[in-house]
C-alpha cells in the first residue's frame, strides 16, 4: 500500500467571501478498500462517501463532536453508513462491496447508478446533546458530491460547492482520493460567487490536482490562488474504528440471556466482525459464560 500523508486544510479567502476545506484522503480510502475486500465501482461510491463526511463534520463540528451518515438509493450498493468527527477520525462501510459496474459513457465510475436516487441522506450530529440532531435530504444524483451539496444548501441553509473525487491504478487499487467544501460567508459578494462557479468549470479534476501536488493546500490555491486565500489550520485525517472485544461483549450482553445461552449450547462460542472496520473478535464458551454471569449480577443488583 502507498505511504500517504492524508491531512485536511482550512483556510479563508482574504476578501472573506469563502470558507473552504480541502483534503487529502487517499490513505483512507485504500484503507476502506482493503479491510472490506472493495471492489472499484464500491470503492468510488464509498470513497467519496468518506471524503465527503469528513469535510461535513470538520465545517460543522467542533471539539469532540461526531456525525454518522446514513446514505440508500436502493441500487445495487444497497446503504452506506459513515461515521465522522471534528477530530479527523472516519470510518464506514457499504451493504454490498462486491459491487463492480462498468464505467460510464465518460469513463468515469457509475456510482449513480450503484447508488441509486430512490432514497434520502441522512445525518445525526452527536454534539453532546442526550439525542442526536437528525436532518435527511433526498438523493438528487446518486454521485454524493451533489447529494451532499443539496444536503448542506436544505438542512444547514449554507450554500456551497462540494466537489469529491477517487482515481484508480491499472490494477483497480486506489491512487488518489480527496476533496474541498467551498461555503459562503454572510455578505458574500454575489459577483464573486458567480466567477467562482464559472472557474469551478474550468479547473483540473481534484484527481489531477492531488496527483501533481498531495498537499491539499495546493487544491485551495489552485482554486483561488495562493494570494487570495489565508491557511488557517492543518489537520491529518484517518480511517479510525473504535471497536474492542469489550464493547462488542457489551452488545453480546444487550441480546437476551435465553439467545446467550443458545451460542453457549449450541456454537460453545462466538465470533463477531465489525461492520466499519472488518476486525473479528473470537468469543470462546468461557467468555460468553462471563457474560452471562456479568449479566446475571447486573440482574440482581437492580432488583
Excluded: W
Aim: proline share 4%; hydrophobic share 35%; with cysteine.
Amino acid at each position: 500500500m502507498t505511504k500517504t500523508n492524508d491531512q485536511l486544510v482550512k483556510a479563508l479567502t482574504t476578501d472573506n467571501n469563502f470558507r473552504v476545506l480541502a483534503v487529502n484522503a487517499t490513505g483512507v480510502v485504500q484503507t476502506a478498500q482493503q479491510n472490506h475486500d472493495l471492489h472499484r465501482t464500491a470503492t468510488a461510491a464509498l470513497g467519496r462517501t468518506l471524503v465527503a463526511s469528513l469535510l461535513l463534520a470538520n465545517s460543522t463540528l467542533k471539539g469532540k463532536e461526531g456525525l454518522t451518515v446514513r446514505l440508500n438509493g436502493q441500487g445495487p450498493l444497497g446503504g452506506m453508513i459513515v461515521d465522522a468527527d471534528a477530530a479527523g477520525h472516519v470510518k464506514g462501510y457499504v451493504q454490498h462491496p462486491d459491487v463492480d459496474l462498468p464505467q460510464t459513457d465518460k469513463q468515469e465510475e457509475d456510482v449513480a447508478t450503484a447508488v441509486g436516487t430512490d432514497g434520502f441522506l441522512e445525518v445525526l450530529k452527536n454534539q453532546g446533546g442526550a439525542q442526536p440532531y437528525a436532518s435527511s435530504v433526498p438523493l438528487v444524483s446518486g454521485k454524493i458530491g451533489d447529494d451532499f451539496t443539496y444536503y448542506l444548501a436544505k438542512s444547514e441553509q449554507i450554500p456551497s460547492a462540494l466537489g469529491v473525487s477517487v482515481a484508480f491504478t491499472t490494477d483497480d487499487h486506489v491512487a488518489v482520493a480527496g476533496g474541498y467544501l467551498i461555503q459562503t460567508l454572510p455578505g458574500a459578494d454575489e459577483t464573486a460567487i458567480t466567477e467562482l462557479e464559472k472557474r469551478l468549470q474550468t479547473l483540473p479534476s481534484i484527481a489531477t490536482s492531488l496527483q501533481e501536488n498531495p498537499d491539499p493546500a495546493q487544491l485551495i490555491n489552485t482554486i483561488f490562488g495562493a494570494e487570495h486565500v489565508k491557511i488557517l489550520d492543518h489537520l491529518p485525517v484517518s480511517f479510525y474504528c473504535d471497536c474492542s472485544k469489550e464493547k462488542f461483549a457489551h452488545s453480546l450482553a444487550g441480546i437476551g440471556r435465553k439467545d446467550l445461552q443458545q451460542l453457549i449450547d449450541e456454537d460453545h462460542g462466538a465470533e463477531v466482525v465489525c461492520n466499519f472496520c472488518g476486525q473479528k473478535y473470537d468469543f470462546s464458551e468461557a467468555d460468553l459464560v462471563q457474560i452471562l454471569n456479568d449479566q446475571a449480577k447486573d440482574d440482581e443488583n437492580d432488583e
